[in-house]
């Protein structure tokens, strides 16, 4: 039953993902002009001005004149034969390597991230719910919702310029100047660690009151079910019940957002990693799709979009195991 | 007669024999400052390795004190003194280029840490990569002939007519790997790049004259002739200028010879393992910023880029061992060990960390919104000053109507001289100096600034007053006196006319004027729409002639000759006429402009096919006269002075230059001689 389910899920995926590689390309298409554009911008500022002829001849070395869906076909042809996603014309370097040089940091920081979300939330959201309408609930509703409605790069702004007013910290970045190209060792560790706080706190926040939220709702819904009553009845310790049934139940909400969590671990927090200079793939992405760099942004989007489809399969296979009453499709 | 110049008749390089190195003195220094150097990389061993440090271990322990006298770096010394690196006077030219300092000698050692914005930015690397065959003096001017241009790595002599030049090279001149530095390189650059039709599909204009392309002959080693086939006004020019002549320097024979398939028949092959496209791909990189993510490329600068800047969140140019300009004691420069440029991607990031003191000299992305303020009052905690860059520019915010709009409608009313005289009236431009730019620059049209030969008053400060009555008058006389209930004027085709003003967002405070634009044209009745956009979004809008009107630079205020687009429309970046433009470049068709804009053309090709400055200047003078009386573009006002923040401890910083293009600031002073007081 579940194989067959797997099976027919990844079928569905394939023409999805055909539809999604095409959407990708047209969109990156879209606006007008092309990576040339960037470039004379940028050599005007100078002074400078290219020729006519020399910009067409220039347009015609990359390819940027030839009929959309032939551009189209080099570019998945690669992808789908090769493995080869093209070479990102800003960084001069394959697309899969300039992603690869900057995965490291971006999973190190979604992965905290997530666990900051969730240390937090959870008990919280549980200690809201359980402790419904206490002043607790009121405190941590309040600091949740308040998280929710500060924009992220306003936060960002201003734990920036707290760090630099009150502890006289390198500001931007993830390491301090003395220690970007050192060697790995305490020191680089504990300057890390130093700095990787503000975009955790600045993204988990978000997060984290989403989260609470979820968790409350979900707990409470269960709380009043007969079976809990029933357990309680029976004399079940307070805490251990609270663990074992309600919460179990009400993690399905939870498990779900696995499928975000995939393409999260790529594109981070795209905003706040340009304001805090992050070393992570989202300003890379955002750079390319600014510059037209067709290659690299597609290859991001396309890369994105397989994770997220990919992330739903797995949130799908997780739940189907957690919670025996969701189906395995149509019967 | 023609113009000869050497290095004797200039005063910021004069030459200095072998003689005048103290060789003796050098060698006892040299081993005193190696003892010196090996005791302390002992004591940074002992300390600085093992996981468990605490310190930051950067994996190199060459660093040692400089001795007073020694004639190299320290670290050089100790690489001679292990063997790794030729003796000081093999590595230098045997006439070495001097750079009289702008303060005092210096000393070896420190870093000079600034910014850049990623990959793409490449103009962060302008200031460590400016070494062509001439330079741009120091105290650049913009004036016409050829005073403000110096030697570098060259002498140069002019025919009469001006269109042969002659480069002597300065010989013994190595690049950054220890091979010489001949004129088999720029013949290298001239047959296999520019005359190679795939690396060089056509020829750029500054390359040309007469329609055909330059020719360039070896005479010796150290000689090489460049000649046009027509006189060439602003050859010299271009070979100052970064993005044009400096690239000649810029293509190591012995090196590049095994990426192009002329010299090596695997380079094909070479490319195709490499994962490149094309063997050009993987020669130029495929990018105009050459290589520049090519750390195994020799060059010819002060610092050699060892750190790219396409990974990792710094960019790090160090030392060039054999970079071949000394001070006036023979000392070998430069004297920073290093140029650290971090990864910035928001300005704002950029302003803390200048506040902050971690930037020892920049101006980039500071020069925005309200800095100059808060840059100003934090000199103090910083420990930071200010230095002024005169900005190249004569005019904050030109605003330059489509006179070429593909729409007929549009086009009837912005080619109306008295519609663009009476919004010119509309402006309150002393409100705008006050509110936007701190109250600094005064109202301007769109001249050459005072200062320059080519001021031009008419085209300086007409129509310039605030005068509501008046610009009502104008736009009545244009014919549009009925209104709307808005009271918007409308058009010949019965509409209200609305101006969409496409515009940089984030630049020169333009979308702060722009709203205080919409303002004053609602009080005269016209609506003026103002859409902020992407650099790129708003270049390609406006080089494909969609745009109602879009804002300028003002650029070539005072080199109104190198950069002349705002007084004749040759480029696309004249906004007001880019179908002018395509007509000049001969698109095909494109729209033959009017009798005034033909006759400015003509005078133009005059212009750059006369060598005699005089001639030149004359020429110019009657094309700003069709300019001012046509009154292309509205002008607003001068722009403010740009700053940058310069670390206390930084020396032989000038307080003030130029900047803007072609001046790639702080470049023609000679970063190579900066140097740290600590």
Redesign the interface.
Known sequence: MMTQFIVRRVLYMIPTLIAISIVTFLIIQAPPGDYLTTVVAKLEAEGAYVDRSQLDALRERYGLDDPLWSQYWTWISGIVTEGDFGRSLVYDAPVADVIQDRMGFTILLSLSTLAFVWAVAIPIGMYSAVKRYSIGDYAATFVGFLGLAIPNFLFALVLLYVSHRYFGQSVGGLFSPEYEDARWNLGKLLDLLAHVWIPVIIIGTAGTAGMIRIVRANLLDELNRPYVTTARAKGLPERRLLVRYPSRIAASPIVSTIGWLLPSLISAEIIVSVVLSLPTTGPVMLKALESQDMYLAGGFLLILSVLTVIGTLISDILLARLDPRIRYGKR | MSVRKTLSTITTATSIGPADLPVTSRRRFLRDATVVGVTVSGASTLSAC??????????DDDSGEAEDGAKEAPSLAQQVEDGTLPPLEERLPTEPLVVEPVEEIGTYGGTW?TYFG???D??AF?PINYEGLVRWAREYTGAVGLDEIIPNLATFEVSEDGSSYTFHLLEGVKWSDGEPFTADDIMFWYEAVLLNETVT??A??WLTSGGETVAVERVDDYTVTFTFATPKAFFLHSMA????GVKVCEYPRHYLEQFHPDHNDDAEQAAADA???DW??LFD????GTRR?DTNMPRLTPWVMT?PP?????A?AERNPYYWKVDPEGKQLPYLDEV?Y?????P??SL??A??G?VDLEHRHLNQGDNYPLVYEGQEDGDYRLMTYNYDSMNIAEIQLNLTHQDEVKREIFTDKDFRIGLSHAINRQEIIDLVYNGQGEPWQTSPLQETPFYHEQLATQYIEYDVDLANDHLDQAGYTERNGDGIRLGPDGEPIVINLTTRSGVFNWTDVGELLTDYFREVGVELRVDPV????????R??N?HDAVFG?G??GR?AL??P?NYVPI???AGFGVGWS?WY???PDAGEPPEPVRRQFELWDQVVATFDPGTQEELFGQILDIAAEGFYQIGIATPRPEFAVVKNSMRNVPDEMPS???YPNPAPYNPEHFFKDE
């Open positions: 093992g996981f468990f440090s605490t310190d930051a271990d950067s994996g840490r990623g990959p793409d490449g103009n302008n599909p056509a750029p204009p200028h970064l993005g044009e994962g490149y496209d050009v791909a990189m495929g990018n105009p993510h750190d396409n990974s990792g969140s710094r790090v650290v971090a990864l910035s991607e928001d704002e990031v803390l960390r506040l902050d971690e992407s650099g790129e979004l708003a270049t390609e809008t080089d494909s969609q630079s650029l070539g080199a190198i950069v687009w480029s696309p970046a395509q470049q001969g698109v803007g293009s072609p």
